[in-house]
């Protein structure tokens, strides 16, 4: 079968490589597509901590070929996406139920090779079974939709209160649309128009467009969002975009007894008064993949397909995933997330 290995910094090689074999507990899994995020960028430019080589891919979504023994009912010629998450079940986090922490985490496509592969062997219970209508191509996002799920449960939303994302890209945008679900207004704040703009079709009652070399909110930002929450500042903030001074806007203008839930990974300082957060009591929590969520996060899809379809903004086919990679790094035109079709989408 044919694979696609990142072997180098910015370098991937196709290979012939033999199919795996059937093991207990496992499924085959042809894949059909699988989609991008800023972690595969990472790792194809060697700037991530697990090195490589390695074969890609966590977000994916394919038909089941052959499976072993389980107690799932998924049977061949299931369509399914999969949990990548590897947790050890054993640390203190695991032992807590907190395994999207968990000391020796790892993920399939990220630690362990992936589904740029045109078949997988996975664990029986990473398989997650696709609603019906909804397609694989949008499938196999689930596991950012359950990313954006986790960081909004983690704030502890309640209808009628009003949240703040900051960030529109793909994982903001779609806690948008779950904290919208959940009967919370919501504004959305980006830098760049055109993510706004799909802000609003994911339910943000008012979009902010943030200019780096002034002051945020302006004036007239500020008396919209004093409109929107009585003047308190919103209950919630999601920061989503791992930016400093977007965690210190946060902290800035979120509601005294407020949640701020960091989702945005950066390794940059943000620098913060340390007297803001205990006089305004403000609940910091930060949020790392999901609880498995993505039976969730394909439900979320399923609801809002056509929000999910305006995600996608690009598609490569599988031979062409350098130029899929040189477009996420370059960002010459607006970027939501890319789709790879592996062979097996269009057989």
């Known amino acids: 079968m044919l694979s696609a290995r990142t072997v180098a910094k910015e370098t991937i090689r196709y290979e012939?490589?033999?199919e795996p074999a059937l093991e207990a507990g496992h499924a085959l899994v042809r894949v059909h597509n699988v989609t991008l995020c800023g972690t595969d960028l990472h790792i194809w430019e060697d700037d991530y901590p697990a090195g490589l080589p390695v074969i890609q891919g966590h977000e994916f979504a394919g038909i089941v070929e052959a499976i072993g023994t389980n107690t799932a009912g998924i049977r061949a010629g299931d369509?399914?996406?999969?949990?990548?998450?590897?947790?050890?079940?054993?640390?203190?986090?695991?032992?807590?139920?907190?395994?999207?922490?968990?000391?020796?985490?790892?993920?399939?496509?990220?630690?362990?090779?992936?589904?740029?592969?045109?078949?997988?062997?996975v664990p029986v219970e990473k398989l997650c079974p696709v609603p019906d209508g909804?397609?694989?191509?949008?499938?196999?996002?689930?596991?950012?939709?359950?990313?954006?799920?986790?960081?909004v449960n983690r704030g502890r939303p309640v209808s009628g209160e009003t949240a703040l994302v900051l960030g529109s890209g793909p994982i903001g945008l779609l806690a948008a649309l779950y904290l919208t679900d959940l009967g919370v207004r919501?504004?959305?704040?980006?830098?760049?128009?055109?993510?706004?703009e799909l802000a609003a079709a994911f339910g943000a009652v008012d979009t902010l467009l943030v200019d780096p070399r002034s002051a945020f909110p302006s004036a007239d930002q500020a008396l919209r969002l004093g409109a929107l929450t009585d003047s308190s500042g919103p209950e919630l903030v999601i920061e989503a975009t791992g930016v400093p001074s977007s965690l210190e806007n946060a902290i800035r203008l979120v509601a005294s007894a407020g949640r701020i839930v960091q989702v945005g990974i950066s390794a940059r300082t943000a620098s913060v008064p340390m007297n803001t957060i205990p006089f305004k009591e403000i609940d910091l929590l930060g949020s790392r993949n999901s609880l498995n969520l993505i039976p969730a996060g394909l439900e979320l899809l399923a609801r809002h397909r056509s929000q999910?379809?305006?995600?996608?903004?690009?598609?490569?086919?599988?031979?062409?995933?350098?130029?899929?990679?040189?477009?996420?790094?370059?960002?010459?035109?607006?970027?939501?997330?890319?789709?790879?079709?592996?062979?097996?989408?269009?057989?």
């Open 134 to 151: 909804l397609e694989l191509d949008l499938a196999a996002m689930a596991e950012p939709a359950s990313i954006a799920m986790q960081a």
């Open 79 to 121: 369509r399914v996406a999969v949990s990548p998450m590897v947790y050890c079940g054993k640390c203190r986090p695991c032992r807590l139920g907190r395994f999207n922490v968990c000391e020796n985490i790892g993920c399939i496509g990220c630690y362990s090779d992936g589904a740029l592969a045109e078949l997988v062997s």
């Open 186 to 196: 919501v504004a959305c704040a980006d830098t760049e128009p055109d993510r706004l």
């Open 16 to 18: 012939d490589i033999p």
């Open 308 to 347: 999910a379809r305006a995600l996608l903004t690009h598609r490569f086919r599988f031979e062409n995933l350098h130029q899929a990679f040189e477009l996420m790094r370059s960002r010459t035109e607006p970027v939501g997330k890319i789709v790879v079709d592996l062979p097996g989408a269009a057989a």
